[in-house]
């Protein structure tokens, strides 16, 4: 049968942002892809080469507006440490508390983006509805429902509010109900397993090869996460277990990068319970930030998407010399023509929904 | 694990229908979640970022908001202050009756993110965010505030210190001084007095003379880099707090009561 090119986006309802996924399709099998990115490139790195380092963080917001704290920490971090700052205690343990609180809106925002690839509108209204607590939580400290601004470089912008802990607990304890809902929902609906059982599959090693990080590599069953491995803020004080789940024995499918991400959800809830319990009083900003940095520095951080990079060069001026971005789900998206060759074009959605595609960072 | 087993009827039906039917009946006969916008309006949290505001009389006129706003949304435009308000104006009122025209902030809420830097950065403490959000105009010239339509007034003024959020004071480099206290004219919280040089200056002419150079008196130094950018010799520039406090310029104690 004769082959054809068929373009998906970059106004297609499988894109969540703007790209286009030109697949090779013989019939309705897939045999070649080529994801094209470029339609949302607004120059964020340049852009932040002229603003000063602490200006910064309202770009860092707009990298992914799922997950801004994760990202403008990503930057604080690089940044203290390009500038040798000290961060205290209490002050890492409010950001430890944020970006998790983060990290559930986040996976929220993606299973609710996900349920509409499959065909289940209700599964978006849903999950929608609890990312909703988690906005108004993280709204009460920072002032905002999504570009918190929050997290500065030397510490945090505020303390957390009055009565913080007292809501966070009662909205953990709802979530926790809530969890039990979408088991009963979504894990063992027939319709729900037969989209996402056994499609989409890649092992551990090609995830490793195809630098694919974060929840999709943990769904090969790869014990890997940054906030173990390469420890940052208080993450090695907090009693917490990485999360994984293979479909077989080191392959992932949809579902179980579906499953890895509730699991992470789990977890974030007892990581932000054991801050509460361990937060000490203190300060919350570094005495002395300095303005000026002169060198260079690099770390990486656990997004919710995968392991964010950043990298930032100063020459002793008040503004970045050179700052680069690294996303995780560039390096994602790369490898889908070797995810999605072999399975039919009805599953596109579906398998690139799982790997939770945010284009306002990939793009940059 | 639930995923492992093969669904029950309990799993495809019961258990769904359940949670569905819960849903219903909290969404049918419960608070309804959704706000009726006009009528009723959601609580913003106090901490909420809306529209700026600006305590009249604790404004100096540093330009400080706009100097760290990213949008560069901000702009320092000359206000006609009445004399009443000269007499008002907290610290900046020098600045206000020196001058005939005083700067106050206007800002262009097209171009506004909110993102409250003003607000964090503000040494006064005159910039403010209020829970106001409703900006919407039919035009782009409509969204440009001028201070006096964001004035606030106040009846007991918070005596707050001047704090130097920027965390850089001016050094000077007495070299190329030439004396002419511009930045005395131009600093906003009157910090810099001139005294003489430290020593005396050749002039091209090959007559000697001291030369009168500034020097700041860093407790109430805000770091708005104004000086900097009226000198005219270039013989300013800013330093780290901790550095321009050590460098050797600055008069101690003695020299500063005498």
Known sequence: MAEMWISMGPQHPMTHGLWTLKVKVDGETIVDADPELGYLHRSVEKMGERRKYFMNTTLTDRLCYASSTTWTHCYTHTVEELMEVEVPVRAQYIRTIMLELQRLASHLMWAGAYMPDLGHITGALYFWRDRELFLNLLELPSGSRLLYNFIRIGGVKRDLPNGFEEKTERILKLFEQRLDEYSDLFENSKIFRMRTDDVGKFTAEQAKNFGITGPNLRGCGTKFDLRKHDTYEIYEEIDWDISTREAGPGYSDCFSRYMVRIDEMKESVRIIRDCFKKMPAGATLASRIPVRAHGEAFRRTEDSRGEAMMYVVGDGSDRPYRWKIKSPMFTTMSACPHYLKGYKLADIPAIMGSIDICIGETDK | ?258
């Open chain 2, 1 to 258: 694990m639930s995923n492992e087993r093969e669904p029950g009827l309990m799993d495809i039906f019961v258990n769904p229908m359940k949670v569905t039917l819960k849903q219903f009946f909290k969404s049918t006969f419960g608070k309804p979640t959704t706000v009726m916008y006009p009528l009723e309006r959601r609580d913003p949290p106090p901490t909420y970022r809306g529209m700026n505001a600006v305590i009249w009389d604790l404004c100096i006129g540093c330009g400080i908001c706009g100097e760290v706003c990213p949008n560069k949304c901000l702009k320092m435009k000359p206000e006609d202050l009445s004399e009443q308000e000269k007499d008002r104006a907290w610290y900046g009122s020098h600045l206000a009756k020196r001058k005939s025209k005083a700067e106050r902030p206007a800002i262009n809420f097209g171009h506004c993110m909110f993102c409250g830097f003003c607000e964090d950065y503000c040494p006064t403490g005159a910039m403010t965010m209020t829970d106001f959000y409703e900006l919407a105009d039919t035009n782009r010239e409509g969204l440009i505030y001028p201070a006096r339509s964001m004035k606030v007034e106040l009846e007991d003024l918070p005596q707050l210190p001047l704090t130097n959020y920027m965390m850089e004071s001016p050094v000077l480099d007495a070299d190329p001084c030439i004396g002419c206290s511009k930045c005395v004219d131009n600093c906003p919280t009157n910090c810099i007095i001139m005294d003489l040089g430290p020593q005396n200056k050749t002039m091209k002419s090959g007559k000697t003379r001291n030369v009168e150079n500034p020097y700041f008196d860093y407790t109430i130094c805000i770091g708005c880099s104004t000086c900097v950018k009226v000198c005219p010799a270039d013989c300013l520039h800013m330093e780290p707090i901790s550095n321009s406090s050590s460098s050797g310029l600055i008069p101690d104690e003695t020299s500063q009561e005498a």
